[in-house]
């Protein structure tokens, strides 16, 4: 074990891996919703699968105007914050509507 903290190259590279591994989860989740939804057309799995695809989005979007937009962190965390609260909406919705 490395006694030293992590320095800011490490902690980027694993926020990378990490990021891209909730885009790969998500990007999975959400088609399989999709699928779902065109082999049965019940709207409950449609409203799932864009809540899903919002969450995704949401997670990765704050870093990705960080870094090659130059938005502010701060600025992106609340976009990031503002999607996932939204797809979380529509998730609940998908889980009320028949």
Do not use: C, D, W
């Amino acid at each position: 074990m490395n006694p030293l903290p992590a320095g800011p190259v490490e902690m980027t590279l694993a926020l990378a891996i990490v990021k891209t591994l909730l885009l790969v989860v998500g990007s999975v989740i959400t088609y399989f919703s999709f699928k779902a939804y065109r082999r049965t057309r019940q709207r409950a799995l449609g409203y799932l699968a864009a809540g899903f695809g919002l969450v995704t989005l949401g997670f990765v979007l704050a870093g990705m105007l960080y870094e090659l937009l130059g938005v502010h962190l701060v600025t992106g965390i609340l976009l990031e914050s503002l999607l996932v609260l939204a797809g979380f909406l529509v998730i609940a919705y998908s889980l009320y509507v028949q």
